[in-house]
């Protein structure tokens, strides 16, 4: 249902900024809840941080204070701003599309949502 296609990733050093953009085509964007979830070499998904179709915002605990997820419903894009990043940010970081039941649920898996992106990746080294 849809597509989602994510870019802005790339190498950062340690400390550094990056802002990733989802746009969306062929979904009603506006209705939906958007969600960053990011995959690490070696470990689980993780859902990191999640915008309902209000606006408002949900971050996990170790991103907040650091990210920051925004929506412009008029360009059916959702941005994830990204501050002073560790290694341990490192990830492919996709984006993923809920249709809105009033209240934004998680998740950290593809079958969760109705819209997946293949994803950007996002490295954070020296």
């Known amino acids: 249902e849809g597509q989602l296609v994510e870019s802005g990733g790339g190498l950062v050093h340690p400390g550094g900024s990056l802002k990733l953009s989802c746009t969306a085509s062929g979904l009603p964007f506006g209705s939906y809840d958007m969600n960053w979830v990011r995959q690490a070499p070696g470990k689980g998904s993780e859902w990191v941080s999640g915008?309902?179709?209000?606006?408002?915002?949900y971050y996990m605990s170790s991103v907040k204070g650091r990210f920051t997820i925004s929506r412009d419903n008029t360009k059916n894009t959702v941005y994830l701003q990204m501050n002073n990043l560790p290694p341990e940010d490192t990830g492919m970081y996709h984006c993923?599309?809920?249709?809105?039941?009033?209240?934004?649920?998680?998740?950290?898996?593809?079958?969760?949502?109705?819209?997946w992106g293949q994803g950007t990746p996002v490295t954070v080294s020296e």
């Open positions: 915008i309902d179709r209000r606006a408002e915002t």
């Open positions: 993923a599309g809920r249709r809105s039941i009033g209240t934004l649920v998680a998740g950290t898996d593809q079958s969760w949502y109705h819209a």
